[in-house]
């Protein structure tokens, strides 16, 4: 079964810090996505990115960076020289590759940017 | 592009009183539908999703019902509101796919508090 686990249920770091958010999964299927989501206090999600699971490169956006290992079936999201704007929830998310699977979503990392 | 909307944005209901949250994606066809819910801090819960007009998978028993009378709107309601009901509903759409990778989107959400 699918499964996301988000073990940082809160995070708070000094704005200008690197902070890193741990997103680990359990899927059975060799095809499936994974996906981070961000939660501003406005409410809506934000879609951030999505990883197939035959590309294992990491991506850098920006600030943003995520890293993706299957030795670990892990999908991290590394936020470098935060800034307060980034305070949100955090989602990471699993889709496996079917066409009524549904997407499952870790329980979130509540991030506080502090001034 | 494709978009959605839900709405309303907010509102107050009591008791018992009857509920309809509405939700369309424009821009896209045959896309799957979504409802979630989030309670206070907490993460979120999917309550129903689509893959198709009429048919609708319902995720957790309770009070509340979902439809798809047409292919890219999808409806949450009930007939009798209760305490627990209270929370942020949010509305997404997602495309089956290797293209899309099944990226799920959101809507800019709906709160209920019921009083």
């Known amino acids: 079964a699918q499964k996301v686990t988000q073990a940082q249920t809160e995070i708070s770091v000094v704005e200008k810090e690197d902070v890193t958010l741990d997103c680990v999964y359990e899927?059975?299927?060799?095809?499936?996505?994974l996906f981070w989501y961000k939660q501003p206090p406005s409410g809506e999600l934000v879609f951030l990115i999505r990883?197939?699971?035959?590309?294992?490169q990491n991506e850098i956006s920006g600030r943003y960076s995520w890293n993706f290992q299957k030795s670990t079936s892990s999908f991290n999201f590394t936020i470098t020289a935060s800034q307060v704007v980034d305070s949100a929830v955090y989602f990471c998310?699993?889709?496996?590759?079917?066409?009524?699977?549904?997407?499952?979503f870790g329980k979130g990392t509540r991030l506080h940017i502090l001034p | 592009s494709q978009t959605i909307h839900q709405w309303p944005a907010t509102l107050v209901q009591p008791v018992g009183s009857p509920l309809s949250l509405e939700c369309t994606v424009e821009?896209?066809?045959?896309?799957?539908l979504y409802w979630y819910r989030q309670a206070a801090g907490r993460g979120l819960q999917l309550l129903f999703y689509?893959?198709?007009?009429?048919?609708i998978s319902s995720e957790v028993p309770q009070n509340l019902s979902a439809s798809r009378p047409q292919d890219r709107q999808f409806i949450l309601s009930s007939k009798k509101l209760l305490l627990s009901d209270s929370g942020f509903y949010l509305c997404?759409?997602?495309?089956?796919?290797?293209?899309?990778?099944?990226?799920?989107?959101f809507g800019e959400g709906s709160w209920l508090t019921v009083v």
């Open positions: 997404a759409w997602n495309i089956y796919g290797r293209t899309s990778g099944n990226t799920i989107y």
């Open positions: 899927t059975r299927d060799t095809t499936y996505y």
């Open positions: 990883r197939n699971s035959f590309d294992e």
């Open positions: 998310a699993l889709s496996e590759a079917q066409r009524d699977d549904k997407i499952i």
């Open positions: 821009g896209t066809s045959n896309p799957n």
């Open positions: 689509s893959v198709g007009i009429g048919q």
